[in-house]
């Protein structure tokens, strides 16, 4: 690890996006209508209008090239859902690779980003099937993943019974 004033972040990581990619995932979607698998860079781009659909604004490419592509920790490890019959993109999960510490030791982790659904599929539970299969893959499992989730989010984790996974505020 390369001096960084101090700081418990390296100045510099390589990037383990490609064995994320690839490394196996022992669960299937639960949902027929879908795939759920890893995205590659090449389909990013599908995503940034999935997430402009589901938000009703587009977003500035170069913030979401930024943030997908150009994060210095990393490429995004992004979730999709592919409706099976049609190949169309219907649902995004995005978590950008970011560092926390805990004092001067530094945590693997990555902020919760863009969850995106399709009109159309929304209120149907897409994200939240797909929950067991990203948390079945071995980097998901080795991370700390935090983020600033906005109201509706936080209360569709506990609707899924999943609020045991809050562990609290961080500070701005």
Known sequence: MADSGGSPFPSYRPDE???WLQAPVPVVSPDPRIEVRQARPSEFERIYDLVDEAF???RSRA??????RDNPYGVARCWISVER??????GSVANWP????RGMRPLPAAQGGDAA??????RQRLNER???IRDAHPWTRSIVIYGWPNAASRRRVRKAAKDHRFVGT???
């Open 117 to 122: 659904v399709a009109p159309g599929w929304q």
């Open 130 to 132: 797909a929950v067991d």
């Open 98 to 101: 970011w560092p926390l510490a």
């Open 17 to 19: 996006f490609q064995e």
């Open 170 to 172: 961080l500070r701005r």
């Open 85 to 90: 019959a049609t190949g169309r993109l219907v």
């Open 56 to 58: 009703g604004f587009r």
């Open 63 to 68: 913030l979401s090239q930024w943030l997908y």
